[in-house]
C-alpha cells in the first residue's frame, strides 16, 4: 500500500500511509503482547482518535487455522492482549480481525504452538492468508467487513480473489 518506512514510536513500529483514501497509521507494538494497550493507547490520544477508527489485526487460537472473523466491539474472551488494549483505551468498540492458528489439542502444547514458528506446511497458508488480509483492507476501511471476510476466505483456500492457503 506504499506505506512509509516504519520508525518508532508509541512504544511500537509506525508506518503511515494512505489506503483507498483513507489515512492510516499502522502500529506494532513493541510492548510484550499482553501490554500491547499501553501502546495503542499512546497512539490514539495523540492522534485523537477514537476507539472506532482501531482495527486490531491479531491471532486467535481458539479459532481452526485459516480462518478469518471480523467485528466491532465484544469482549477479549481471555486474550491477554485485548484485555490490554480494553483497559487503555477505556472503550471496546474497535475492530478486531481474528486471524485463526487453530488450538493444538493439548494444553500442555498451547505455548509452544502460540510462541513458535510455524511449520514449513503452514507457512504456506499463513503467508497467503495475511497477503489477503493485506490486499483486501480497503473493504474494511469503506466498511464492508463481510466482503473483507469472504474475500479473505476465498483467497485463503486458494480461490481466484486474492493468494492464501489453508491450515490443518
Known sequence: HGLSA????FQGD??????AGEKVLVLKPATFMNESGRSV?????FYKLSAEDVIVIYDEIDLAAAKVRVKQGGGHAGHNGLRS???HLNDKNY?????????????SLVSNHVLGD????DRTWVERELSAVADELPL?????????TSRVAMATQGQPQSTTSDRK
Open 85 to 87: 488494549i480494553d483497559a
Open 140 to 148: 474494511l476501511l469503506g466498511g464492508q467487513a463481510n466482503d473483507f
Open 14 to 19: 509506525i508506518s503511515e500511509g494512505d489506503i
Open 6 to 9: 516504519s520508525r518508532s514510536k
Open 118 to 121: 510455524f511449520s514449513k506446511q
Open 95 to 107: 475492530w478486531r480481525v481474528r486471524l485463526g492458528i487453530g488450538h493444538p489439542g493439548e494444553k
Open 41 to 45: 493507547g499512546e497512539a490514539l490520544r
